[in-house]
Structures are given as C-alpha cells and as structure tokens.
Nanobody
Framework: QVELVESGGGLVQPGGSLKLSCAAS????????MGWFRHAPGKELMKERE????????????VYADSVKGRFTISRDNAKSMLYLQMNSLKPEDSAIYLC??????????????????????WGQGTQVTVSA
C-alpha cells in the first residue's frame, strides 16, 4: 500500500506562486511514476479530475498539460520520498484541489499513459489551491 499526503496549498493572488509537496511512503520512493491531477470545485469528483503533470520514477523525464506548460514544474526527490509541484504565474482557473498520484511498479513511462487517470493506482486526499484577488 502506498500512502500519499499533499501539503502546501493555500490562497494566492493571480500572478503569484505556490509550491505543493507530496510525501510518499517508502514503497513509492524511486519505484513508481508519480504526478499531479486537479479537481475543480463544483465538478463531479471522478469524472473531472484533470491531468496536470507527471514525472518518471527515475526522474528521467516529465510531461505537462498544455494549460500549465511553461508555468508549472514537477520534480521529485527519491531520497526523501517527496514529489513537488512549483506553480508560477497562477491564474484563477488554476483554483482546484490538487491530488498527488502514483503508479504500480514495473510500468514504462514513455510507453504508458501518464496523463490518464486510469494509469494511477494510488491517490492522495488533495490540497486546496485558491487563486483570487
């Protein structure tokens, strides 16, 4: 079982920055691909989880949603079992609950589906990000 705990959410003004963190249990360290999804308020939870970014287990590459490309950066520290999301130039439409995710082991990142919800077996509870003046 992999446990994921997010932190770092909060209220920020448009144009501001925020860094999210996700603490993973030891079994996730360096063996699973990880990523971030977000769920906007007012939308049905499972159907409207939007892909944000993903990073390979070995930290060899990452993919981003077009809506965040150039503004968000995903990173990980396998020694600390931590995943991060640096968010810059935030917009009101970035407001959402941000969820940390992890895959099962043995998957190929570049031949897989890192932007698909179904690719991930483990989900955190989420951290709220609100972008408002």
């Amino acid at each position: 079982q992999v446990e994921l705990v997010e932190s770092g959410g909060g209220l920020v003004q448009p144009g501001g920055s925020l860094k999210l963190s996700c603490a993973a249990s030891q079994r996730a360290a360096g063996t699973r691909h990880m990523g971030w999804f977000r769920h906007a308020p007012g939308k049905e939870l499972m159907k409207e989880r939007e892909f944000v970014a993903a990073i390979s287990a070995a930290n060899s590459g990452a993919v981003y949603a077009d809506s965040v490309k150039g503004r968000f950066t995903i990173s990980r520290d396998n020694a600390k079992s931590m995943l991060y999301l640096q968010m810059n130039s935030l917009k009101p439409e970035d407001s959402a609950i941000y969820l940390c995710v992890a895959t099962s082991t043995g998957l190929n990142f570049w031949n897989g589906k890192p932007s698909s919800r179904d690719w991930y077996d483990y989900w955190g509870q989420g951290t709220q990000v609100t972008v408002s003046a």
